[in-house]
């Protein structure tokens, strides 16, 4: 999440938008573990996302 590479691998291709990772760059510890707990108290959705386009 702060490092704008996929799944967090350092090998992985960079995160493409609409993900503005850059914005969460410089989030703490303790804003990352708190933006975790929310995503996981929400319902998941059921949707098929695209596959990514290289621009």
Partial sequence: MRN???KGSDNGRHL???MSW???ARLTDD?????FAYLKST???KNVPPAPVQF
Avoid at 31 to 35: C, G, L
């Fill in 4 to 6: 704008g590479r996929f």
């Fill in 31 to 35: 804003d990352v573990t708190a933006i």
């Fill in 22 to 24: 850059f914005n969460y």
């Fill in 43 to 45: 319902k998941p959705v």
């Fill in 16 to 18: 493409l938008p609409p």
